[in-house]
Structure formats: C-alpha cells, structure tokens
C-alpha cells in the first residue's frame, strides 16, 4: 500500500476530508465575520449538500392562501311594485382561508424514495434506527 493510498484510508476512516467548512473553521478571524453574518452557516450548508446532498435535519414550508369570492345579485328582485324599492341586495363576500404545513425529507422536497440514491437510502435507514432507542 502506497503513501497515497494510506493517506486515502485515513482521510475516510477519520473523516478529515479538507473542505470549505474545514477552511473556514481553521480561520482565525471567521469568528468575527460569523458574528455579523451568516456566512459560516452558508459554507456549513453548501459543504453538507455537496458531500450528501442532505442539506436540512428539520425543514418545513409553509402556505398560507386566502381566497375571497364575492357574488352579486343580477335581474329581477321579484317584489310587488308598490313597496317602492328600486335598490338591489347587498353583495355577499364569502372569505376562506388555509394554512398548511408540509415536513420535507432530509434531501429536500416533494421527493420520492425511487428518486434516492442507494448512499441517500443508507442515510434514511440509519436515521430512522438511531429513532427507535
């Protein structure tokens, strides 16, 4: 086994594969620019999508609508002629409103376990065994 190929096994035995995040974190000034911003946590997410494509632990979207329909009253009211009313009825606003929230997967939405690959499969599966503790 050459020199390479040990410094290969290491790299994924101990998991010290130098990335953006590594980089980042190895900075000495970092600290200043994350109290500021949220740069850190940009690096942090692009380097997990990169490696996994597994971006978020809990991610949710929410969906608010809000649908008014309003009716108005045409034609013939059908009333005698002598009670003098010559106006119409007041329109009829009917409002309905829903608020939903949908649970993504770790790999994001709307996506189906066909789509997945084998390695994000894995992931799923050791997800769902550290639950059952």
Known sequence: MGGVDRLAVARKLLGADIDPEVLWDLAPWSWAVDWFSSVGDVIH???AYSSD???LRYGYIMEHSIVRDTYTYSGDLGLIPRCNFTGRPADLVVTSEKKL???SSPFGFGL???ELTTR???ILAALGLSRVK
């Open 53 to 55: 494509g597994l971006v």
């Open 112 to 114: 189906a376990m066909s």
């Open 120 to 122: 994000q499969k894995a």
């Open 45 to 47: 997410n692009l380097s």
């Open 101 to 103: 929230r949908r649970r």
